[in-house]
């Protein structure tokens, strides 16, 4: 696995799960990448609409399908004692579904969901990349509620070789979930409409 280190860490431990449940709650989104904790205020009412717009669509679809399951934040994903994340959507399918305990996902989902904040975004979409095409997630899709934009990160030899951009006027065809179409005028409405 590549090193995904944002400083020299001589003479300087890593966090683990251990540290990150005394984490407070304070209504803060903590999370811990290789061993460094990562603080982000909670997010705006748009970024919320689009989280519960897309989390309907997909939630209704998976439900009908029966085709696995979909968690929303805050649920943590522990990828390692040193990887542990809270994205905004997770998909697990029913042939992963044993990674899913009682308390959180232990593993890496299928799909994982990250809607852009001011505070977020080259954490989203440099160090949270990097660390899904690590371990293994399938699919990653960012989304820009200031463009308006999904993009597609699809898995493919170990690696996320780039991606695809579709639009608000687009729909999106879900490749880790067959069949799955979504209409992204629905998802960027503030009514989902």
Not at 13 to 35: A, M, T, W
Not at 101 to 118: A, K, R
Not at 123 to 135: G, I, M, P, R
Not at 137 to 152: A, G, H, L, M, R
């Amino acid at each position: 696995m590549k090193s995904l280190s944002l400083k020299n860490r001589e003479n300087r431990p890593k966090l683990s799960y251990r540290d990150y449940v005394l984490f407070p709650d304070n209504g803060k989104r903590h999370e811990i990448i290789d061993g460094d904790h990562f603080m982000s205020p909670s997010p705006s009412t748009r970024h919320q609409r689009i989280s519960r717009n897309l989390a309907i669509i997909i939630a209704s679809f998976l439900r009908e399908q029966e085709l696995g399951e979909l968690f929303y934040a805050p649920c943590d994903v522990i990828l390692s004692d040193h990887d542990i994340v809270v994205p905004d959507l997770i998909y697990v399918s029913n042939q992963n579904k044993g990674i899913i305990t009682e308390d959180n996902i232990q593993g890496p989902p299928d799909l994982i969901v990250e809607i852009l904040s001011p505070s977020t975004r080259s954490y989203d979409q440099v160090l949270k990349k990097d660390l899904y095409e690590a371990f293994g997630v399938k699919e990653y899709w960012i989304i820009d509620p200031d463009k308006e934009t999904v993009e597609i990160y699809r898995l493919s030899a170990g690696r996320f070789p780039g991606s695809e951009i579709h639009s608000r006027s687009q729909v999106l065809k879900a490749g880790i979930i067959p069949g799955l179409e979504i209409p992204l005028d629905k998802v960027f409405s503030p009514a989902g409409r």
